[in-house]
């Protein structure tokens, strides 16, 4: 093989025992996560957001975020449920560049990938003890999901990764929503089939076992937009969009029909300060059709403490170094106004 093993790394629950979640934390996450579902099974008419930096660099920048979270929150909890992203595995098209905490605790030195397994659990934790949010991250590795199993309330499947067996499999045994992107090329058929893998039971091997899933009812769809092969993009989110997604559901048997639109990427063509407008245009459309109205769970939206994004080394504290975001009054601003609109 052309590789080199560095060294043997310990297993998530090895990590668990050595940072592990209080009582009091495990409960406060139980009470969120049977309110995020509620909303996915219908059963309650609460907005989500799952909203947050791009990636997740660094804890403290981070935190200060969530704990702004915290008290928008508290502002808004007759309509609105805050997810917080704490984004902390960064996908690549090419496979260069920062890969997220994971790989880099320190996005100034070089990988360190035992640092980064400490890092990204030390950091759910404080999120879920000081704030009470249970959080999201992207199942980029769908083998290392168990160190984080305890803690997350939410979990998505990237479009580069909705294709893979494995994400499918693993998101079919899974006790919390999971998202399934459409891939980056725009079959909603991909994303659609993702969703009915992820609902059905499967056995298959895990972490070197033979385990049986039983399958997860609130798998569900995001948009995201995608690109053409002239590398042009496309958006989805559009009334247009929304109504053949609920004409695609229709036509299947999945349960707990949702989708969550995401305000940026292919949508906004990255164009980050686009995300109010296009958030607000979901909304009108919730209001032109029931139909969507009862398919439109929420949206996913990037925002950060500062707007836009930096290169790594800049060193502006909160300001993106992946994708550009809404910087933090913008985002406030954003999320009174669907409030009120909701």
Excluded at 112 to 128: S, T
Excluded at 196 to 213: C, D, K, L, M, N
Excluded at 253 to 270: E, I, M, R, Y
Aim: aromatic residues 6%; glycine residues 8%; contains cysteine.
């Amino acid at each position: 093989m052309n590789m080199e093993f560095l060294r043997k790394l310990p297993i998530p629950m090895e990590i668990k025992k050595e940072y592990p979640v209080t009582e009091a934390a495990a409960q406060a996450k139980a009470r969120r996560d049977a309110e995020i579902a509620a909303v996915f099974r219908g059963e309650s008419d609460k907005f989500i957001l799952v909203i947050g930096p791009c990636s997740a660099d660094s804890e403290e920048p981070v935190m200060e975020y969530i704990h702004r979270l915290r008290k928008l929150q508290d502002r808004v909890a007759d309509k609105i449920l805050i997810i917080p992203r704490i984004y902390t595995n960064k996908p690549r098209t090419t496979g260069d560049g920062y890969k997220g905490m994971l790989h880099q605790p320190d996005p100034n030195s070089r990988p360190d990938m035992l640092a980064g397994l400490v890092a990204i659990r030390k950091l759910h934790i404080r999120a879920l003890t000081e704030t009470g949010f249970g959080c999201a991250d992207e199942m980029l590795y769908p083998e290392n999901h168990r160190l984080l199993n305890d803690l997350l309330s939410y979990a998505a499947v990237g479009a580069r990764s909705v294709e893979n067996q494995q994400h499918r499999l693993t998101a079919s045994g899974l006790n919390i929503p999971i998202g399934m992107k459409n891939p980056t090329g725009g079959d909603l058929s991909v994303m659609m089939n993702a969703v009915r893998a992820a609902q059905h039971p499967h056995t298959f091997i895990y972490r070197g076992w033979e385990v049986h899933s039983h399958g997860n009812p609130l798998a569900h769809t995001i948009l995201r937009g995608y690109v053409d092969r002239e590398g042009k993009a496309h958006v989805n989110y559009h009334y247009e969009d929304l109504a053949e997604l609920c004409e695609l559901y229709a036509k299947t048997d999945l349960q707990n029909p949702a989708v969550l639109v995401d305000t940026n990427h292919s949508n906004s063509g990255k164009k980050w300060q686009e995300q109010p407008r296009i958030a607000k245009e979901v909304l009108h459309s919730c209001r032109h059709s029931a139909d969507i109205h009862r398919l439109v769970k929420g949206l996913m939206i990037e925002s950060y403490l500062e707007d836009g994004c930096q290169k790594i080394g800049e060193g502006v504290f909160g300001k993106s170094i992946t994708d550009p975001c809404l910087g933090w009054e913008k985002t406030e601003k954003l999320v009174l106004e669907l409030a009120d609109l909701l």
